[in-house]
């Protein structure tokens, strides 16, 4: 099953320049959790979510037209191509525990928005003698490795001589 057959097809989005009101009002009105924060040529540059959103305004103390998407947004971006098999992009969002994926195409071109929800709404039952192509296994598994604290690496200390 491809990341195309999942994914929402028109998904919102925002320039760095907007203010967390407008992007609120965008989350609000489109239902989503994530706006990717887009250029004048259309490429994602980065992603702010709705928890984004949320720790600025608790910890600020400014009002929401006072503070840019582009401050407070991740510039790390995480992202699939609509062609990929939607186990790769369950890999990427596992590794880099995002429960949400831009969609862009070879140019960097925001195409889409694949969430966890649509792939769990997409998954099916294994039932014996049949191999579905998204299982509840596969979703299951990815949610596993999202919310799977991480432990503290522990390297060794040297003894005292």
Not at 55 to 69: F, H, K
Not at 77 to 87: H, L, T
Not at 119 to 135: D, F, K, N, Y
Request: aromatic content about 2%.
């Amino acid at each position: 099953m491809k990341v195309k057959d999942v994914m929402v097809g028109t998904p919102a989005s925002c320039t760095s320049e907007a203010n967390l009101g407008s992007a609120v009002e965008i989350l609000w009105k489109q239902n989503c959790g994530i706006l990717p924060i887009v250029d004048a040529q259309q490429k994602v540059v980065g992603v702010v979510t709705d928890r984004d959103v949320s720790i600025a305004l608790g910890t600020r103390n400014r009002l929401p037209g006072e503070i840019t998407v582009g401050q407070v947004a991740s510039g790390k971006v995480f992202a699939c191509r609509p062609d990929d098999d939607v186990r790769t992009a369950l890999a990427t969002m596992g590794n880099a525990k995002v429960r949400r994926l831009p969609v862009i195409d070879a140019n960097g071109k925001l195409e889409g928005i694949l969430s966890m929800d649509d792939v769990a709404l997409h998954s099916e039952a294994r039932i014996p003698g049949r191999t579905p192509e998204l299982s509840h296994d596969d979703v299951v598994d990815t949610l596993k490795k999202l919310y799977r604290p991480e432990l503290p690496r522990v390297v060794p200390q040297k003894a005292a001589a």
